[in-house]
């Protein structure tokens, strides 16, 4: 069992940055793979960014890739979501999940088992 718990969120203007992190509990942090989703209003969930156990694989949605950075720190239980030139289509709630696999480069939530709570992101134009 792995509990997510995201904090960082909150509101910036068009242009400014936030950082994202993701605390896990339990030992086999490790052994999951990582993913970012967001859900705006009215849409579906979709994929952000994505990581593989090591660290050494990332993966990126194309609207956000050159913008974001995700990475994480094992030996912390934690993974991050470095988000630079935000803009309002940035908006949405977004979430941390641990995938099932090593690899979090799924782009569909349905190998995630595990999800965090969410935490708000809101882009002023």
């Known amino acids: 069992q792995v509990q997510l718990v995201e904090s960082g969120g909150g509101l910036v203007q068009a242009g400014g940055s936030l950082r994202l992190s993701c605390a896990a509990s339990?030992?086999?942090?490790?052994?999951?793979?990582m993913g970012w989703f967001r859900q705006a209003p009215g849409k579906e969930r979709e994929f952000v960014a994505g990581?593989?156990?090591?660290?050494?694989?990332?993966y990126y949605a194309d609207s956000v890739k050159g913008r974001f950075t995700i990475s994480r720190d094992n030996a912390k239980n934690t993974v991050y979501l470095q988000m630079n030139t935000l803009k309002p289509e940035d908006t949405a709630v977004y979430y941390c999940?641990?995938?099932?696999?090593?690899?979090?480069?799924?782009?569909?939530?349905?190998?995630?088992?595990?999800w965090g709570q969410g935490t708000q992101v809101t882009v002023s134009s």
């Open positions: 990581i593989s156990w090591s660290g050494g694989s990332t």
């Open positions: 999940a641990a995938d099932r696999t090593v690899w979090g480069s799924s782009r569909t939530p349905a190998p995630y088992d595990y």
């Open positions: 339990g030992r086999t942090f490790s052994k999951y793979g």
